[in-house]
């Protein structure tokens, strides 16, 4: 219940194009869920967040889409590009409960030119 | 913005050696500190949780006497792998947490036991 799915594992898009990540989770207490880029030999930084009561969110070229019905949200990354080329992942806690992230597992993504 | 600072970013130690490893907010002070671990390919596994002046938390599975972890001010949290192995290798994140900046992590350590 603890968990949280990230696909896919892996994407590749053109230049230009929309990259989307999509996660899952089952845990209905999470009320914050971060998106975090990861370049090799880095830690994670934070792209964009969002609390489940907004729908979508936006800053810049990424977009979190959130269904709390469904138990899903999604990150989209608008006009790629190869600088994106990155692991992403998405993560989810609870906030009065510690605040621990639970992080989804991943998604390499190439930003092909 | 939140700035946290982790060293070293690379160390390599010998079998059987201790090494620590540091984590500093620089301008913010962090209610809590987390530690993680990654792999390669994988995501980041938690290991333990620290409150200042508190004794960690630590996630199921992860030896406490192995990864001793002190969380000596609201600035400071320190990792000491201990009596180290080849199958500690690993990078190794820190992220600390504040009210006004939410999460921010560390720029991580590689740390390689020969």
């Known amino acids: 219940q603890q968990q949280v799915k990230q696909s896919p594992q892996s994407l590749i898009v053109q230049k230009g194009g929309i990259s989307i990540i999509n996660c899952a989770y089952e845990?209905?207490?999470?009320?914050?869920f971060p998106w975090y880029q990861q370049f090799p030999g880095k830690g994670p930084a934070l792209l964009i967040a969002i609390r489940p009561d907004v729908s979508e969110k936006k800053e810049g070229r990424f977009t979190i889409s959130f269904n709390k019905s469904a138990k899903q949200f999604s990150l989209h990354i608008m006009d790629s590009q190869p600088g994106d080329s990155a692991t992403y992942f998405c993560?989810?806690?609870?906030?009065?409960?510690?605040?621990?992230?639970?992080f989804g597992q991943g998604t390499e993504l190439s930003v092909k030119p | 913005g939140a700035v946290v600072s982790q060293h070293p970013s690379w160390v390599i130690c010998k079998s059987g050696t201790s090494v620590k490893i540091e984590c500093r907010s620089l301008d913010f002070q962090a209610t809590t500190m987390f530690w993680y671990r990654q792999f390669p390919k994988q995501s980041l596994m938690l290991m333990a949780t620290?409150?200042?002046?508190?004794?960690?938390?630590?996630e199921q599975g992860v030896e406490k006497d192995k990864f001793l972890i002190n969380h000596a001010s609201l600035t400071l949290s320190t990792l000491t792998v201990t009596s180290a192995h080849p199958e500690d290798s690993s990078f190794y994140i820190c992220?600390?947490?504040?009210?006004?900046?939410?999460?921010?992590f560390g720029s991580g350590t590689r740390l390689t036991v020969v």
């Open positions: 992220s600390a947490r504040s009210r006004g900046y939410g999460y921010t």
């Open positions: 845990n209905t207490a999470f009320d914050y």
């Open positions: 993560a989810a806690s609870i906030d009065n409960q510690g605040g621990k992230l639970i």
């Open positions: 620290s409150n200042e002046g508190s004794k960690a938390t630590y």
